[in-house]
Nanobody, 114 residues
Framework: QVQFVESGGGLVQPGGSLRLSCVTSGFIFNAYPMTWYRQAPGKEREWGATIDTTSRRKNYVDSVKGRFFISRDNDKKTVYLQMNNLEPEDTAVYYC???????WGQGTQVTVSS
């Protein structure tokens, strides 16, 4: 079955960096765009960034443009999110997913605090 396993989160000070990873299985990874979402405390899950199958096109929500960078390794069936210059407002659980119906992973917690 389709699975997403996110990792790489943690506690970081404002201005710091983290690199998230999402290892996938159960589907043809290189046939699907991949997306990172996040859910802040008390808020709904929101879209963050999407990468197409060939890594040529990447789109970001305005609040992370220029700070977050999405990438993928089709051989490893893994999608990454490099997060730089983190802000307290980036505190959330981060999830990866794709366009096909599948259960969500457990996510990885990112906390930005001094």
């Amino acid at each position: 079955q389709v699975q997403f396993v996110e990792s790489g989160g943690g506690l970081v000070q404002p201005g710091g960096s983290l690199r998230l990873s999402c290892v996938t299985s159960g589907f043809i990874f290189n046939a699907y765009p991949m997306t990172w979402y996040r859910q802040a405390p008390g808020k709904e899950r929101e879209w963050g960034a999407t990468i197409d199958t060939t890594s040529r096109r990447k789109n970001y929500v305005d609040s992370v443009k220029g700070r977050f960078f999405i990438s993928r390794d089709n051989d490893k069936k893994t999608v990454y999110l490099q997060m730089n210059n983190l802000e307290p407002e980036d505190t959330a659980v981060y999830y990866c997913h794709t366009t096909r119906t599948a259960p969500w992973g457990q996510g990885t917690q990112v906390t930005v605090s001094s």
